[in-house]
């Protein structure tokens, strides 16, 4: 059974999509879940994951100059994905009711980065095409040193640096599809988060 997201928490989040279009969280994702996520993904073998395509549709295209991280989407119907989830779904009620952004739909995928991979500088959606809207970012790294790297960088729409993230386990990130350019820094060590984003069903959004 998944706990439910406090409505204090719902409220820091949305201020914050307001505000600055973004937040990086240390408590959203409950620690069991969080821990069982991880089990799952680090027992998974290398060649169960895909190897990661920019684009998509037609023009979908492996190029590893820009990314060299695999992944594998998460399913529903698979009980450990279930519950990751379920707390998506808990965010999206959520933030609905508070900035009727009419999120609709949630697709995630796991990620991992061997030594040596990163992702360079990209935007997530394009202005207007209404695919992704929020971005979400959950790592799953115990034990996480400062030299392994890896970091996530946002960066404005100047290109000026906003913020860095260690992958830490528990490191929670959401932020503005369209607005925000971000990369991820190549690492040193294996490196597992979730990436993901809600979508709305036409294109008319709250704000």
């Given at each position: 059974m998944v706990s439910p997201l406090s409505e204090a928490m719902l409220d820091v989040?949305?201020?914050?999509?307001?505000?600055q279009g973004y937040i990086v969280l240390t408590?959203?994702?409950?620690?069991?879940?969080?821990?069982v996520l991880f089990d799952k993904v680090h027992s998974t073998q290398v060649d169960e994951l895909k190897p990661a395509a920019i684009g998509r549709g037609i023009e979908q295209q492996l190029n590893a100059d820009i990314r060299r991280d695999r992944i594998r989407w998460l399913e529903a119907q698979n009980p450990q994905d279930a519950l990751y989830l379920d707390v998506m779904?808990?965010?999206?009620?959520?933030?609905?009711?508070?900035?009727?952004?009419?999120?609709?739909?949630?697709?995630?995928h796991y990620a991992v980065y061997q030594p040596g991979a990163f992702y360079k500088k990209h935007v997530d959606a394009l202005?207007?095409?209404?695919?992704?809207?929020?971005?979400?970012?959950?790592?799953?790294?115990?034990?996480?040193?400062?030299?392994d790297g890896g970091e996530l960088i946002i960066y404005d729409e100047?290109?000026?640096e906003l913020?860095?993230?260690?992958?830490?386990?528990?490191?929670?990130?959401?932020?503005?599809?369209?607005?925000?350019?971000?990369e991820v820094m190549p690492t040193l060590a294996e490196r597992r988060s979730i990436a993901g984003w809600f979508r709305v069903s036409n294109s008319m959004h709250g704000f």
């Open positions: 989040i949305a201020e914050a999509l307001v505000d408590d959203l994702v409950p620690v069991d879940i969080s821990q779904a808990q965010l999206k009620a959520g933030l609905n009711r508070r900035l009727f952004m009419g999120l609709f739909d949630y697709e995630s202005k207007g095409s209404q695919n992704r809207i929020l971005t979400t970012v959950c790592f799953l790294n115990p034990d996480w040193q400062a030299a100047a290109d000026n913020e860095r993230i260690a992958p830490k386990m528990g490191q929670f990130v959401i932020f503005l599809s369209e607005r925000f350019p971000h």
